[in-house]
């Protein structure tokens, strides 16, 4: 008797595995025929600061970002991970990659960005490994990756081209940017949340400096 109720027990989950794989593989394969038409503009506002450091140039860029990100959303779609990458080429290294903000995108609604004076997220997220950076022409390519619940990861990009840092080093100041190709420093204010990522960064370098 007992035998028979294991042989049972057995039964069901092998096919109950069955129906879930089969499920999952429907899942998977009606998800190709979704099409999505993203639409991603990236501008380059100006220069909040260009210095030289030890061993280093570094950069601080805002930009103006817009993204409507919501016809990537399925019902298959757990979330997006967005990021802003920061590219350009030197002598000593042919191809220079840096992150200079990423998100985190779980709802639909929330899928839209209107980021006017994007600012790096990150301490040294653009930095040379020289010096550089002055008058060094640089691409920003905003990316994200599709994570379904069932299937494949796979991720997108949309490249922008042709921005230049400044020509001479500038002391950063918060809100005070210099717009591409003029020498006039003009008032971009931030927003609390850029100020306290601006404060936090700070701070890190400052324990960064004093350890």
């Known amino acids: 008797m007992t035998h028979s109720w294991v042989s049972r027990a057995n039964a069901l989950a092998t096919y109950a595995g069955t129906v879930l794989a089969v499920v999952c ?13 993203p ?32 016809s990537e959303f399925s019902w298959n779609t757990k979330q997006l991970f967005v990021y802003v990458n920061v590219e350009f080429a030197t002598r000593k290294n042919a191809h220079n990659n840096m992150v200079m903000w990423s998100a985190i995108i779980e709802d639909k609604n929330e899928a839209v960005l209107r980021l006017p ?10 930095t040379d490994q020289g010096f550089n950076l002055r008058d060094r022409e640089f691409n920003v390519t905003v990316a994200y990756n599709v994570m379904p619940r069932v ?9 922008f081209t042709g921005f230049r840092f400044p020509g001479e080093y500038q002391a950063p100041a918060l809100g005070r940017v210099r717009r591409p190709g003029s020498d006039v420093i003009e008032e971009v204010p931030a927003s609390r949340e850029e100020a ?16």
């Open 196 to 211: 306290e990522v601006a404060a936090y960064l700070e701070g890190l370098e400052q324990e960064e400096a004093e350890a």
């Open 25 to 37: 593989l429907a899942v998977t394969a009606t998800d190709y025929f979704h099409r999505a038409t």
């Open 117 to 126: 004076t994007l600012r790096p997220q990150y301490p040294y997220a653009i």
């Open 151 to 159: 299937g494949a990861l796979y991720t997108r990009h949309h490249k």
């Open 39 to 70: 639409a991603v503009h990236c501008d380059f506002v100006g220069t909040e600061g260009l210095q030289k450091e030890f061993g280093h140039d570094r950069g601080y860029i805002v930009l103006n970002l817009t993204a409507d990100l919501r």
